[in-house]
């Protein structure tokens, strides 16, 4: 059974740093593209980023680009969220998402296969 399990959240204050981490199990992770979307209370999920199967493209929502990185370990079955300078609007819950043989449409939630059960990111002002 497919398993993406999302770890690394908690509580930082605005202008610190996290990194979440998203473990996979019983997939071939290198045939997925990996994605990160977030959702806060009374709002959509939306888009983060997004790394190829390759890990030759990465893609970003406007909003984070520049403070947020993507990352992926092929061989650990990873995927990666470096978070810097975190703002308040940034508090979620953060969701890591796999996409078979996905390299368009990074951004739309609906081509991705299988999701983690999210970890919740708050940053205090």
């Known amino acids: 059974q497919v398993q993406l399990v999302e770890s690394g959240g908690g509580l930082v204050q605005s202008g610190e740093s996290l990194r979440l981490s998203c473990a996979t199990s019983?997939?071939?992770?290198?045939?997925?593209?990996m994605g990160w979307f977030r959702q806060a209370p009374g709002k959509e999920r939306e888009f983060v980023a997004a790394i190829t199967f390759s890990g030759a493209i990465t893609h970003y929502a406007d909003s984070v680009k520049g403070r947020f990185t993507i990352s992926r370990d092929n061989a650990q079955n990873k995927v990666y969220l470096w978070m810097n300078s975190l703002k308040p609007e940034d508090t979620s819950v953060y969701y890591c998402?796999?996409?078979?043989?996905?390299?368009?449409?990074?951004?739309?939630?609906?081509?991705?296969?299988?999701w983690g059960q999210g970890t919740q990111v708050t940053v205090s002002s």
């Open positions: 019983d997939l071939t992770f290198s045939d997925y593209t």
């Open positions: 998402a796999a996409s078979y043989l996905n390299s368009l449409y990074l951004a739309l939630s609906n081509n991705y296969d299988y």
